[in-house]
């Protein structure tokens, strides 16, 4: 029998899982409420400030990202099902062209399972669209975390030793 | 001028499920049309028009052999769609750090607190 060999085409679908040391209820709040989320939902380094989180099917998803040198990436949505407290399914919608289109739309597919008082968290993600603007800015904001990892190792050096 | 293709419109190329059975069909090998039509089940046109989408992205390159038309999957076309998935991952990955992290934050405060009476 041939080995099968690895798929050419990556499938637009990610499944990232993790077990959260939190009760479920805990983690459902960090998810839904915008206070919560905002204190967690950017890269290191950046803030998130939270416009609307109307975490109800059909409720409007807009925030902005805003990176250590001020460059907000704005992040737009809709939630399409909300069951408390184990499931959240929404599109959200990044990086617009000149006319205001989103150029990259992802599906994310949030489930969290009891798992003796932890939480185990699985995100699923699939990329509905991909536009021509969209390729670039990923690396954009991998460069602003590199940056703010560049000046956290300066910053570090300059305190130096405690003697 | 034709403008070069991107990685976004590979991403576009990769997102139809019978361009990914293709793609997979020619990673172990170039075959000719009919070839791809037989593993696939489709009919001829369909797969041409779907070759033809590759081709344009230049995820797949065409030689002739005698009188055959031999199809190759371009893998090096694929890498920037790896590397995007990847940086996307590296990103949900760095999130979810920042959720475990900020979990802990809010427990710990719970136990600050102490016990309500």
Do not use: C
């Amino acid at each position: 029998v041939a080995p099968r060999p690895e798929p050419a085409a990556p499938d637009r679908e990610l499944t990232l899982t993790r077990v959260l040391d939190a009760p479920r209820d805990l983690v459902w709040q960090a998810w839904t409420d915008p206070t919560h989320l905002a204190r967690w939902w950017g890269p290191r380094g950046f803030t998130t400030r939270v416009h609307t989180w109307d975490v109800r099917p059909g409720g409007a998803i807009a925030l902005d990202m805003v990176a250590p040198d001020g460059t907000a990436y704005p992040m737009g949505g809709t939630f399409h099902e909300v069951s408390v407290p184990a499931r959240l399914v929404f599109t959200g919608t990044a990086v617009e062209d000149g006319d205001g289109n989103p150029q990259l739309e992802v599906l994310t597919t949030v489930t969290l399972a009891e798992q003796g008082g932890k939480t185990a968290l699985t995100v699923t993600l699939v990329a509905v669209k991909v536009g021509p603007a969209a390729a670039g800015a990923l690396a954009g904001m991998a460069a602003g975390w590199a940056q703010q990892l560049d000046r956290l190792a300066e910053d570090l050096g300059r305190v130096g030793p405690v003697s | 001028m034709p403008r070069s293709p991107t990685t976004a419109d590979a991403f576009n190329a990769v997102a139809e499920p019978r361009r990914r059975q293709i793609l997979d069909l020619l990673a172990r090998g170039e075959r000719p049309v009919n070839a791809v039509v037989a593993a696939l089940g489709l009919a001829q046109p369909q797969v041409s028009k779907h070759l033809r989408v590759l081709r344009a992205v230049g995820l797949v390159t065409v030689r002739g052999a005698g009188q055959r038309r031999l199809y190759r999957l371009n893998a090096d076309r694929l890498k920037p769609i790896h590397d995007w998935v990847k940086s996307f991952e590296r990103f949900w990955h760095e999130r979810l750090d920042r959720l475990d992290d900020y979990l802990r934050e809010l427990q710990d405060k719970e136990k600050d607190r102490g016990p309500t009476t």
